[in-house]
């Protein structure tokens, strides 16, 4: 399993939300290529990034910022957040980004994610965000009737490769994530990798995901529980290579 530490922008700096909250809001660092750079410096194979103005306007916000991240981390990026337009897809590509992540067009807009995915191919994964088992979009304030399995059946079927699945409700709260829920986004779509996120804080959380032994579940993310120093990169890298 691949652990990618998290880099979540809003007004130019790293921060993190409670449950996708924008009011409740907390700053851990003013330069996030500094930030990126550091991960790389503790073992980061691959990093996600997610532009959360981007995500909240529908329109990426940070395109100097990512391509400063990028540079600074030297490897795999991933880069999400209001990728809903091939304009602003080719602007992240441009940038040197190893993978697109498209949220809630995903959803809204299947002819975009059909188009993106016959230019980028694997370079375009798919976001699914959910509380309860529901589909949530804009930034997690609108909650849909969809359920999230359907939802990753379906982008399967549009020949996406990469799901990466966050359960809103766990996200940075510390409590370690929602296992049965990952286990049927899983088994939704085997044909995909999926990433785990939202509260994966600890290494026995990375050795819950390991033991339900899900073949597709290639990687998981990690935020809070990094910034606030209740586990190091190099403790959760060890748990997913045990």
């Not at 959910?130 to 359907?150: C, H, S, Y």
């Not at 990469?162 to 939704?188: F, H, K, R, S, V």
């Not at 995909?192 to 939202?198: D, E, K, L, M, P």
Request: charged share 20%; net charge negative; with cysteine.
């Amino acid at each position: 399993m691949v652990i990618l530490p998290a880099i979540d922008l809003k007004g130019g700096v790293c921060v993190r939300l409670r449950q996708g909250r924008a009011d409740d809001v907390t700053t851990y660092n003013d330069d996030p290529a500094a930030q990126a750079r550091d991960w790389r410096e503790q073992g980061g194979r691959e990093l996600h990034v997610v532009d959360l103005d981007g995500a909240f306007a529908g329109t990426p916000k940070h395109a100097e910022v990512i391509a400063a991240i990028i540079a600074a981390f030297g490897g795999p990026v991933e880069v999400g957040g209001g990728l809903r337009s091939m304009e602003a897809l080719g602007a992240v590509m441009d940038a040197g980004a190893t993978r697109a992540i498209i949220g809630s067009a995903a959803l809204e807009d299947p002819g975009f994610l059909a188009r993106a995915v016959e230019q980028y191919g694997d370079r375009i994964a798919v976001g699914i965000d959910a509380r309860g088992g529901f589909v949530q979009t804009r930034g997690w304030v609108k909650t849909t009737e969809v359920k999230a399995t359907d939802l990753a059946k379906a982008v399967a079927a549009a020949g996406v490769k990469t799901i990466i699945y966050t359960d809103t409700a766990t996200d940075g709260m510390l409590g370690g994530p929602n296992l049965e829920q990952m286990a049927a986004i899983c088994d939704a779509a085997p044909t995909c990798q999926i990433t785990a996120s939202g509260g994966v804080s600890s290494p026995r959380d990375v050795a819950n995901l390991i033991a339900l032994n899900r073949p597709n579940l290639r990687a998981a993310i990690v935020g809070k529980a990094l910034y606030d120093g209740r586990t190091t990169l190099a403790e959760m890298n060890a748990a997913a290579e045990a």
